[in-house]
């Protein structure tokens, strides 16, 4: 047979799926997910039951963890040391389970998740609860099953005397499953035990009423009703775990924060050091010191404040950011049956109140068989003793023992147990007391038959028996509630002042896109001057903005988007800087260019609305809270049409003027109140109608008939015209003309243009840049008053082949 021939073809896939099929149930099955009866993994079980087999137990001295694992691990867990030792320090932390399992001696880690001892170090046993997990095991109560090699028999599930999966709860990672059931009180799982019970059709918001939540051994509040409820239902469902604390007052003016109980599964030194870090980062203002004072008398971490600091903020602040809150998600997996389930709070019930029949039910037969055994073998003494002059001269007369049990036997008709019994009795037993003392064991004996058959004979004892001994626990093992339980979950808001000084502050944008934020002291150190901020070479300011640290700024772009930009988070720089690109601290597209920049102190102000202004002359008003967001990146602030841009963006109360201008020297001025509030991503109305190849270069908002309207054209010819030359119209018509353009050969032209506008009460400096980069300067008071229709005074003397691009007005 060639080497070819010795092989069979397989398919990889059917190869692969195969054997991960078996490995999965493996895992599920047999090492990272609990048996809803007892509530174990198998590593946990075997730990058990090897420490009690090899009586490991509370009566008795502790024993070094070494030998414990060293059993389990060679009698029925032929896996890694380290998997089983991981094992038992888990059931021997009290933050970890509700009631430990295992008396742990020694170093057996912390809640600042510090490692146990080595397994050579440390010693242990049975906790006293643990027995209760093991109790009856001897007595045929549940299966036993051949151990790896053959060579020993271990349990498939203990007797589990109380429902230790809710009690202790579990967590687990297998392949498609996890786990994550919380622990919970004692009283309360049993009294819902008997509840069910007793009254099996009972609904689950009954139910609740004896078990109010999980109860977590680390304390904390729980929040989340809803959450609870949906997790008792489904086996799925969030919870929010609080820590308790305390603002303490101290001398000087002075507060503390102090914690004295963290969530569950969180590790006391991270959470310690993740405040400390929030201190040393400043990402809070106020925090002086962190420590940790937990000792003998419990944990305690103190947050020291300075004066007059918002302990309240700084508090939320920390629940927010930081461990002191966190959510646990219910995930209430176990094995049922071989196969896992998710499961409510009353399958799990039912599940285990279903074993705690079997569990009574197989101890009371073996009960009954040893009793009836023992009422046989009294019967045939009593019976014996009565006639003993008759047995004592049968057993004379036989040969030897075997013929002595035969003759009592077919003499008498004793059975062969009671003919053994009869043969092995003492004499001293022949006394009128002990024959006496038979007497009485016979009749008791018998009483306990009619009682162990009652049990198996009538369902309503049989739960009798399982609620006196679940109320014998409740009474032995209950302890008062640790955590509370808290219906609504209460929002985390954070007030920016508790993050952030207010000051008033300067923010500059630059023509080219570079911003900074200067604080006033930089600034009158600089010399005090506005128009001397620091600017790349070629660059100048474009807006200039007093705002506060608290503020925020809305900014505009040209393609209809807005970002929202909080003061605080532009970075600082000396006013002699130029600052940093904008693209630095929003994310800006290349092709984008921002347009107008809004500071704003809050969004919940009804009344102020912002509007837009386009290129093609659309006007939109939409009410300023509808800008709120909470978004970094760009969101839609105006629906344009195909080529449009947004020209200007401002802040107005809705019941101003509007005066729109365009390039080729058209205006028209209406009330705001004509153009309806919109939704945030409208297109808007019409504001004015353009002529062929002609586009709004203006939005002022002027006052009441007072003051003048400046324009220029692109050669820097302007003029100024008084706001009274300009009436009110309604919105959308073509306006009315508000400069002539000259046009002749022999005519020195003034421009075929307008390119800027201003709306003018008093003196102002403005710059008007060329194309080439040349900067002009001039007082609008050098600009005629002159009639709509004039055509304007040159103000700006600029090169035959160059024009002015924008003018900006000096801050």
């Not at 209760?132 to 051949?146: A, G, H, M, N, S």
């Not at 060579?151 to 297998?174: D, H």
């Not at 050091?273 to 809070?284: D, G, P």
């Not at 119209?729 to 003034?750: A, P, Y």
């Amino acid at each position: 047979m060639s080497l070819s021939e010795q092989f069979l073809p397989a398919f990889l896939e059917e190869v692969v799926g195969d054997r991960f099929g078996r490995y999965s149930k493996y895992i599920i099955q047999d090492r990272a997910i609990p048996d809803v009866r007892d509530g174990l993994k198998p590593v946990q079980r075997r730990i058990l039951y090897a420490m009690y087999d090899s009586g490991n137990t509370p009566d008795k001295p502790y024993r070094k963890s070494a030998k414990t694992v060293g059993d389990v691990m060679g009698n029925y867990h032929p896996h890694g040391d380290s998997s089983i030792y991981e094992g038992m320090v888990r059931m021997a932390q009290p933050w970890k389970m509700g009631h430990v399992l295992i008396d742990g001696h020694g170093n057996w880690g912390s809640q600042d998740d510090d490692p146990a001892a080595a397994m050579r170090y440390t010693e242990a046993r049975l906790s006293p609860i643990a027995m209760e997990l093991l109790r009856d095991i001897e007595k045929r109560t549940v299966l036993f099953k051949d151990n790896f090699d053959n060579t020993a028999k271990e349990p498939v599930v203990l007797p589990s005397r109380y429902p230790n999966l809710l009690v202790n709860g579990v967590s687990g990672i297998s392949s498609g499953f996890a786990t994550e059931i919380p622990p919970h009180n004692l009283r309360e799982v049993i009294d819902a035990c008997i509840a069910v019970m007793e009254k099996p059709e009972i609904e689950l918001e009954e139910i609740m009423t004896f078990i109010k939540g999980p109860d977590f051994p680390t304390g904390g509040t729980i929040m989340g009703g809803e959450g609870i409820l949906d997790a008792y239902r489904t086996g799925k469902g969030r919870i929010y775990i609080r820590s308790k604390t305390e603002i303490e007052q101290l001398r000087g003016g002075k507060q503390q924060i102090v914690i004295t109980e963290i969530p569950f599964q969180v590790v006391k030194s991270r959470l310690v050091t993740a405040m400390e870090n929030i201190r040393l980062e400043k990402k809070v203002e106020g925090i002086a010191e962190v420590r940790d004072e937990s000792g003998r008398d419990g944990l305690r971490i103190v947050v020291e404040l300075k004066k007059d600091a918002d302990a309240t903020g700084i508090l939320a602040f920390l629940l927010k950011k930081t461990d002191l809150q966190v959510n646990y998600n219910f995930n209430m997996v176990a094995i049922v049956n071989k196969a896992p389930h998710q499961l409510g709070l009353k399958p799990i019930l039912e599940a285990y109140i279903a074993h705690q029949r079997e569990i009574v039910t197989n101890r009371t037969k073996f009960e009954l068989e040893k009793a009836e055994d023992r009422a046989h073998v009294l019967e045939g003494l009593v019976k014996a003793l009565n006639i003993l002059d008759e047995v004592i001269a049968a057993i004379k007369a036989s040969k030897n023992r075997q013929d002595a049990q035969n003759n009592l036997q077919w003499m008498f008709g004793f059975s062969e147990r009671q003919a053994d019994s009869i043969l092995t009795l003492q004499l001293y037993r022949l006394t009128n007391l002990e024959i006496t003392s038979l007497e009485k064991e016979l009749a008791d004996i018998q009483k306990k038959v009619a009682q162990l058959q009652a049990i198996l004979n009538s369902d309503r004892k049989l739960i009798g028996v399982i609620r006196k001994e679940l109320m014998d626990i409740r009474e032995k093992y209950g302890v008062d509630r640790h955590s509370q339980i808290q219906g609504e979950v209460e929002e985390l808001k954070v007030n920016l002042e508790v993050l952030v000084n207010s000051e008033d502050v300067l923010v500059t944008l630059s023509q080219d896109g570079y911003i900074k934020r200067t604080g006033m002291l930089s600034f009158t150190r600089s010399g005090g001057e506005r128009s001397a901020s620091g600017t790349k070479e070629g660059d100048h300011i474009n807006r200039l903005l007093d705002v506060n640290t608290l503020e925020n700024l809305l900014v505009f772009t040209q393609r209809g988007q807005y970002f929202l930009l909080p003061v605080h988070q532009i970075p600082e720089f000396k006013w002699k800087d130029p600052g940093t690109p904008i693209v630095n601290v929003i994310p800006l597209a290349k092709e984008d260019r921002i347009v107008s920049v809004v500071p704003v102190k809050g969004f919940d102000d009804f009344e102020s609305s912002l509007v837009f202004v386009t290129k093609k002359g659309q006007v939109k008003r939409t009410l300023l809270k509808e800008y709120s967001t909470k978004r970094s990146g760009a969101v839609a602030a105006c629906k344009l049409g195909a080529g449009d841009e947004v020209l200007d963006v401002s802040l107005s109360s809705g019941k101003e003027e509007l005066m729109l201008l365009t390039s080729q020297g058209m205006s028209i001025r209406f009330k705001e109140e004509e153009v309806s509030p919109m939704g945030r991503v409208s297109g808007g109305v019409k504001g004015i109608q353009l002529g062929d190849g002609d586009e709004v270069i203006a939005a002022l908002y002027p006052g009441q008939d007072e003051g003048e309207v400046l324009v220029m054209s692109e050669l820097g010819y302007a003029k100024r015209t008084l706001l009274l030359d300009y009436p009110i119209q309604g919105r959308g018509g073509k306006g009315m003309l508000t400069f002539e353009f000259k046009e002749g050969k022999r005519v020195r032209s003034n421009g075929t243009r307008l390119i800027g506008a201003f709306y003018c009460k008093e003196e102002q400096s403005v710059e008007a840049v060329t194309r080439e980069g040349h900067i002009h300067v001039f007082s609008t008071l050098k600009a005629p008053i002159q009639e709509r229709k004039d055509i304007g005074k040159n103000l700006v003397s600029i090169d035959k082949k160059d024009e002015i691009t924008y003018l900006i007005r000096q801050f």
